[in-house]
Structures are given as structure tokens and as C-alpha cells.
């Protein structure tokens, strides 16, 4: 006590801030004033004995450089130097000074050792919203989580309190934690990482809150948990608890069963009974990706030396365009064209290893190119009979017994849908189909008559003066015979088809009225869905992946997306596109990537990625 009084007449703010440096002469002792509060003796003069202020005078001074102890030096002790001055008339006295010396050792012991004492952080007191016991301790009323919970506790408890959310690492610095109760509060969020670091946790309790949610893998580096406790909470039951419900089914914690609140169809269900085959937690949806400065028409696709490739049909510039992808920048880039006049088809065919391309054109013919590899360029090599394709309006390719065909679909009034056969040197005129019905569209499809017969090769023309005429492949004579038509149908542009399942649909396209989805009946195809379509002249079926789409332009509004519900056996609405005027819709896999290829009459052809989302993540 006497050392503390010592110090604290010195300088009271050092027990407080140890580092701080001690000013030289704070303050000027006598003799008498040493030996009253230190009880050694002290040498004096008789001199100085009657002299009010007279002796030695010994200063606690820091210093930042070392000196050699000598009677004229200070005292050097744990960082501290004492200095030794002596009076004119005390320098007579010789080794007076000496016991002084021994003094001041004694004294700056104790005063290091005080003063490194103080250096010892303070252990964390008790919030004041908690009460605390050697091993537990209880908050309430608190407005959010104290930081400074004694770091020893095993047992924590929260109750009535105000705060509704929870932020990460909320305990951090409680590693002896093992029982953490945080109920009957008004908790409506936790973050993933607020029981970060708590890896003696055995008992956790989120018990009678305002849960809807909990983040994923909130749990995870709890390696020591064995119960938890999740009752009385407000669970939707949707894809952010999918991880939820899968946790569940690994775990070694004991889990109190706990129950849905929404959505309505799992209210009140028990949520430990789920599996993840209850969720549908993926969805899909066409970002807008690349834009494309001109308009189109036709748009194919096609692989070639083990590349992917796409060519665009450009009515107003005349060209066919041929894209590559570029693997470094991610994106289409020029590989090729064909100039021609008024090109409104570019339709690839690679017959073994050689690529030949029909380019049929409004003016100046069609013809046939050959990609010369040696040259790495397109050469001419046949023109289309004039006669026949006066008007050409689309083109399609199929292969039949190994044979490859195209066939031209002719809208003018004078012109024949022709059906032409590559024999080994070039194309020739098979077979002419429907004369003088300006025929819109040709699709080539297989479908069965019956379900005890194999699927043959069927042909549907559209024609704006009919309905659609569907054409089957004899194969005795080697030829499209057996024309039926779609009944009610009138006024039908275009028919794309496609498969679910092994059912046959097709999506037949109206400007005016309602565009249809049918599906094949074994001996006639049967109406299954309308779509409204004003406007409309490409109602494109695709599928990307398992999900089969329907895409349905229009010249007057937004362009509809579908997907197929596979419950309903039905489209249903998906998105909506601004693509103007658009007259094709293609899908390009490249690289693992899907893209959607929409040209426009009008505007800027466009390039959508189909993206896969994942809710639950």
C-alpha cells in the first residue's frame, strides 16, 4: 500500500497507462519524506539536517537510452532509470548517496511489477441486460446480441428480447459454449455464418420464434451438435428450405419434428416427412446475350470438321452469314459468307465430310455452293431449276434409306414444291408436290399410322390457299404418296413439330386466329391447345435440354415463351421476348451452352443463353 501511495503521488495516470512516459522531476522528495513513507534510513549532513529542503534529491525519470551504472549515472531498472542528484553541499558527503541507490532499486521493482500487472486485459464483466453465474448466463430485454458475454460460460439463454435479426459471428469468442437457447423471442432472420466458431455447441434452440427461413448450411462447423430444437417457428416450406429438409435426412442430431406454415399445399405438413423429390427448385429462363446489327430471315445450324457453326439468311444485304464461336472471347464472330440478291433461305447439308449449302433467293435463282476446303472458301456448283422455284419460302433437309433429300416449299402461283435427291455428284428433281398452292412451309416429320406399324416418313406442306396437306413416304416406289390434310385449319402459315414422351405433337402457326398445338391420334392429328396470335408467322417448337419450349412471334406485341408441363400435357406461359418482327427462333449448342437464335424482319437479330437457376442454392 505504501508502494501504490508512493506511485500514485508520482504520477496517478501510469497505473493506468503503464506505456505512457513518466515526466522528468514530477516531484521533489526531502529525506525525511523518503524514510517517513519508505521506513529505511537515509545518510545526512549536519549540514543539511537544518535545512528545510536540504539532502539528497531523487527524480523517477524514463529514459530511452542505456548508461553504464556509476555513482553519477541513474539506476537503470526494468526500463526505468532513477536518477541520483546531488547538492553542492551534499557532494561532500561522499557514498551518502549509496543507500539512496538501494532505494531506488527496491522502488522501481515494485513499480514494474505493478505496472506489468496493469498491463493484464480485464476479464469481460456481465452485460447489463444479462445476469451471470460462473457458468451461465441469462439476457433479456436486450435490444441486440452483447459482445462482451463472460468467454467461459457453457449455458446461454435469450428470451424476451427485442432484437429480430441475428448477424454473423454473433458468438465469436465463446469457444466453451455448449448450451445456446435463444427462445420465445421475435427472430425473423439469421445469417449463414452467426454460429461461426461455436464447435463445443451441443444444445442449440431456436424455439417459438418468427422463423419462415433458415440460410443454408447454417449448421455447418457445429461438429459437436446433438440436439437442436426448431418448434414454434413459421417454416415456408419452399426451395430455400430444400437444403433443410436434405440436412434432415443425414444428420446424427436428434431434430424435434417441426411443421410447414405455407405454402398452402405442405401446411401443417411435417417437414422431418419431406424429401427433396417434393421440391422443383430448378428453373430456366433466355438472357438476352449478343445482339446482331442486321436483319434475317432463316437461321440453321450445323456441324462441320467438329465445329459448331450457325448461317443467317440476310433478305435485305442478300448474304448468307456464317458465324463461328470464339473460344477465348465467348461470343459469335464472322466465318464466312455467300453473296447472292434477295436470299431468304441458307440451308446447310453435310453429306459425309463435305458441306454444300442451298441458298435460295426471291431473284436471280437459287443455287447450290460446296465448301472448298483447299480454296477455304464457298464455290458454286449447281443452279436450281428456275421453272419450278420461282418463289422459294423454306427449305428442308432429310435423309430417308440413306439417301439424302431437300425440298423446296414454292409460294408463287406458277411455282412446285420440289422434292430433290443427291446422287453422288450433285441434286436432282425427285419429285414435284403440290402444284399452284403456294405453298408457305414444308416440315418433314416420322409418325406411325397405327401403334402396331413403325413410324414412316411423313411430309406436311402449308399452303395459304388450303389447309395443311400431310404427304407419306411410300417406300415400293420411292416416292411421297396418300395425301390427307388437317381438317379446320384453315389459313395456317408454318407446322414445326415435335415429341414428348414418345407422342408426336405439332404447333401450327395463324397470322389471323388462334394458332393451335395438336397431337397425333394414330390416324389424325387432334386440337389439344390454343394460343392467341395476331400477327403471328413462327410458332417454333425446341428443346433444350429435358425442357421442351414453344416460342410464338408475333409482328404486334411481345414475343411468348412456352414451356411444356409435363402434369397438364400442356404449354404454359414462361417469359416474353421483345423481339421484333421475328420470323424464326433456332437453338445453338455449343461447348455445353445453350443459345437461342431469334432473327427479325425488322430489328437487330438477337442471341438469348439459356440459363438453368437454381433456387435452392
Given at each position: ?28 522528495w526531502s529525506e525525511e519524506q523518503l524514510t517517513n513513507q ?68 527496491c522502488l522501481c521493482l515494485l513499480s514494474a511489477l505493478l ?250 435463282g437459287s443455287h447450290i455452293y460446296k465448301r472448298d476446303s ?244
Amino acid at each position: 500500500m505504501q508502494v501504490r501511495s508512493l506511485l500514485e503521488q508520482l504520477d496517478p495516470s501510469h497505473l493506468a497507462a503503464p506505456h505512457r512516459s513518466l515526466p522528468r522531476a514530477v516531484h521533489r522528495w526531502s529525506e525525511e519524506q523518503l524514510t517517513n513513507q519508505l521506513q529505511v534510513p537515509v545518510l545526512k549532513s549536519r549540514e543539511t539536517e537544518a535545512e528545510e529542503k536540504g539532502g539528497l534529491l531523487c527524480d523517477l525519470v524514463l529514459k530511452q537510452d542505456n548508461h553504464h551504472l556509476n555513482s553519477r549515472s541513474p539506476v537503470h531498472v526494468w526500463g526505468y532509470f532513477f536518477d541520483c542528484m546531488e547538492s553542492e553541499r551534499s557532494q561532500r558527503m561522499g557514498n551518502a548517496c549509496n543507500p539512496l541507490k538501494r532505494i531506488a532499486y527496491c522502488l522501481c521493482l515494485l513499480s514494474a511489477l505493478l505496472l506489468t500487472e496493469g498491463k493484464k486485459p480485464a476479464k469481460p464483466k456481465c452485460p447489463a441486460v444479462c445476469t451471470c453465474t460462473k457458468d451461465n448466463a441469462l439476457c433479456e430485454n436486450a435490444r441486440s446480441i452483447p459482445r462482451t458475454v463472460p468467454p467461459d460460460v457453457i449455458s446461454l439463454l435469450f428470451t424476451s428480447n427485442s432484437f429480430d435479426v441475428i448477424s454473423d459471428d454473433a458468438f465469436i469468442g465463446l469457444p466453451h459454449l455448449e448450451y445456446l437457447f435463444i427462445e420465445n423471442n421475435n427472430i425473423k432472420s439469421i445469417s449463414r455464418h452467426t454460429f461461426r466458431g461455436l464447435k463445443s455447441l451441443i444444445h442449440l434452440s431456436l424455439a417459438n420464434n418468427n422463423l419462415q427461413t433458415l440460410p443454408k448450411d447454417i449448421f455447418k462447423g457445429l461438429d459437436s451438435l446433438t440436439n437442436v430444437d426448431l418448434r414454434g417457428n413459421s417454416f415456408n416450406c419452399d426451395c430455400k428450405l430444400k437444403w433443410l429438409v436434405e440436412w434432415l435426412g443425414h444428420t446424427n442430431a436428434t431434430v424435434e419434428d417441426i411443421y410447414c406454415e405455407g405454402p398452402p399445399e405442405y401446411k401443417k405438413r411435417k417437414i422431418n416427412s419431406l424429401s427433396s423429390k417434393d421440391f422443383d427448385c430448378i428453373i430456366t429462363e433466355f438472357a438476352k446475350s449478343q445482339d446482331l446489327p442486321f436483319q434475317s430471315l432463316s437461321i440453321d445450324t450445323f456441324s462441320y470438321m467438329n465445329d459448331e457453326y450457325v448461317v443467317i439468311a440476310q433478305p435485305f444485304t442478300g448474304k448468307c452469314i456464317f458465324l463461328e464461336w470464339d473460344h477465348v472471347e465467348k461470343t459469335f464472330r464472322n466465318y464466312d459468307n455467300i453473296t447472292g440478291t434477295s436470299t431468304v433461305v441458307c440451308k446447310p447439308i453435310v453429306i459425309e465430310t463435305q458441306l454444300y449449302v442451298i441458298v435460295a433467293q426471291l431473284f436471280g435463282g437459287s443455287h447450290i455452293y460446296k465448301r472448298d476446303s483447299f480454296a477455304n472458301k464457298f464455290i458454286k456448283i449447281q443452279d436450281i431449276e428456275i421453272l419450278k422455284i420461282r418463289k422459294p419460302n423454306d427449305i428442308e433437309t432429310f435423309k430417308i434409306e440413306n439417301n439424302w433429300y431437300f425440298v423446296v416449299a414454292d409460294s408463287s402461283k406458277a411455282g412446285f414444291t420440289t422434292i430433290y435427291k443427291w446422287n453422288g455428284n450433285g441434286f436432282y428433281s425427285h419429285q414435284s408436290l403440290h402444284a399452284w398452292y403456294r405453298d408457305t412451309d414444308v416440315e418433314y416429320l416420322e409418325i406411325a399410322r397405327t401403334p402396331q406399324t413403325l413410324r414412316t416418313p411423313h411430309l406436311i406442306l402449308s399452303s395459304s390457299s388450303q389447309r395443311p396437306v400431310i404427304y407419306q413416304w411410300n417406300k415400293a416406289i420411292q416416292l411421297f404418296t396418300n395425301q390427307t390434310d388437317i381438317p379446320n385449319m384453315e389459313d395456317v402459315y408454318a407446322v414445326k413439330h415435335f415429341s414428348v414422351k414418345g407422342e408426336v405433337y405439332i404447333c401450327l402457326t395463324r397470322f389471323i386466329g388462334d394458332s393451335k398445338v395438336m397431337k397425333w391420334g394414330g390416324s389424325s392429328f387432334q386440337d389439344i391447345q390454343r394460343m392467341p396470335s395476331r400477327g403471328s408467322m413462327v410458332f417454333q417448337p425446341l428443346q433444350i435440354n429435358n425442357y421442351q419450349y414453344a416460342i410464338l412471334g408475333s409482328d404486334y406485341s411481345f414475343t411468348q415463351v412456352y414451356n411444356w408441363d409435363a402434369e397438364k400435357a400442356k404449354f404454359v406461359k414462361f417469359q416474353e421476348l421483345n423481339v421484333q418482327a421475328p420470323r424464326s427462333f433456332t437453338h445453338v449448342s455449343i461447348n455445353k451452352r445453350n443459345f437461342l437464335f431469334a432473327s427479325s424482319f425488322k430489328g437487330n437479330t438477337q442471341i438469348y443463353k439459356h440459363v438453368i437457376v437454381d433456387l435452392s442454392a
